[in-house]
């Protein structure tokens, strides 16, 4: 359980009891104790078992792959997968490679609905490079419509484990990973992947940056 599930089902919980002493109204009453329950759900941060192994790259974020393409950057070629994050999947973050942090960018945006392709340009989001010893992988917290928070706990420099917890989108939002382009693609548009635990693909030994 991430530590704000326990903030706000606590004060939730709270504000249901002076609801009862003061009203004894079960109805009204239980309009913060279902909202207590549902954020003690969400902010739920379940055990995940990481594959180990050279190579591989997994998912940042539990959702549904929308998107999986070989696009042109300013760097290069790159394999870019979308995942997007509906509410009710576990939001928090997971690191896809292990390495060393070598970029952290949060950028102001917009709160656009996460489907939408132009959320990735537009949107708030955190963008972050690991240079995993051989090979860069980015990858993109994105705000949506709903998340209007997203927590990054990493910083340049930092040294990471593959599958290690680094922050949250609050509420629905997406992730974008960005790999080399010789990245051999391990899930398909339309798979429900699992922060930490599915692997998104396997980038060959001597890979490219």
């Known amino acids: 359980m991430v530590r704000d599930g326990y903030f706000y089902g606590i004060a939730l919980?709270?504000?249901?009891?002076?609801?009862?002493?003061?009203?004894?109204?079960?109805?009204?009453?239980?309009?913060?104790v279902?909202?207590?329950?549902?954020?003690?759900?969400?902010?739920?941060?379940?055990?995940r078992t990481v594959p180990q192994g050279p190579g591989l790259v997994v998912s940042p974020g539990?959702?549904?792959?929308?998107?999986?393409?070989?696009?042109?950057?300013?760097?290069?070629?790159?394999?870019?997968i979308t995942i997007f994050l509906s509410v009710f999947d576990v939001h928090v973050n997971r690191v896809p490679v292990g390495?060393?942090?070598?970029?952290?960018?949060?950028?102001e945006g917009e709160f656009l609905n996460a489907m939408k392709p132009e959320s990735a340009v537009k949107n708030e989001q955190t963008l972050v490079t690991i240079d995993a010893d051989?090979?860069?992988?980015?990858?993109?917290?994105?705000?949506?419509?709903?998340?209007?928070?997203?927590?990054?706990r990493?910083?340049?420099?930092?040294r990471v484990e593959r599958?290690?917890?680094?922050?949250?989108i609050k509420f629905g939002s997406r992730v974008d990973v960005l790999m080399p382009a010789e990245t051999?693609?391990?899930?398909?548009?339309?798979?429900?992947?699992?922060g930490g635990s599915t692997v998104l693909g396997y980038v060959p030994a001597g890979g490219l940056n």
């Open 13 to 32: 919980l709270a504000v249901a009891v002076i609801v009862w002493f003061g009203t004894r109204m079960p109805g009204l009453t239980a309009v913060p």
């Open 34 to 47: 279902l909202l207590a329950i549902f954020f003690l759900w969400f902010f739920r941060d379940p055990a």
């Open 62 to 80: 539990d959702g549904r792959v929308e998107e999986a393409e070989w696009i042109e950057t300013t760097a290069g070629s790159r394999l870019r």
């Open 99 to 107: 390495g060393t942090v070598s970029l952290v960018e949060h950028r």
């Open 134 to 152: 051989g090979y860069h992988v980015s990858f993109k917290q994105i705000a949506g419509l709903l998340a209007r928070r997203i927590i990054c």
């Open 154 to 158: 990493l910083q340049p420099g930092d």
């Open 163 to 168: 599958g290690q917890r680094m922050g949250m």
């Open 184 to 194: 051999e693609l391990r899930v398909k548009v339309g798979q429900y992947v699992k």
